[in-house]
């Protein structure tokens, strides 16, 4: 999604993901995260 403008790479992309993930709690459940691991709203 964004192809070769894209901000990101794949690997970078998912590396924040994961980072994002591994970082979750039980009392995250529901919350939405940006790849900087803040809270979005919505």
């Known amino acids: ?7 990101l790479t794949s690997e970078q992309s998912v ?3 994961r980072q ?3 970082g979750l ?3 995250d459940n529901g ?5 900087e691991g803040e809270n979005v709203a919505w």
């Open 1 to 7: 999604m964004g192809g070769e403008s894209a901000p």
């Open 15 to 17: 590396s924040a993901m």
């Open 20 to 22: 994002v993930i591994g």
């Open 25 to 27: 709690r039980a009392d």
């Open 31 to 35: 919350a939405s995260r940006s790849l």
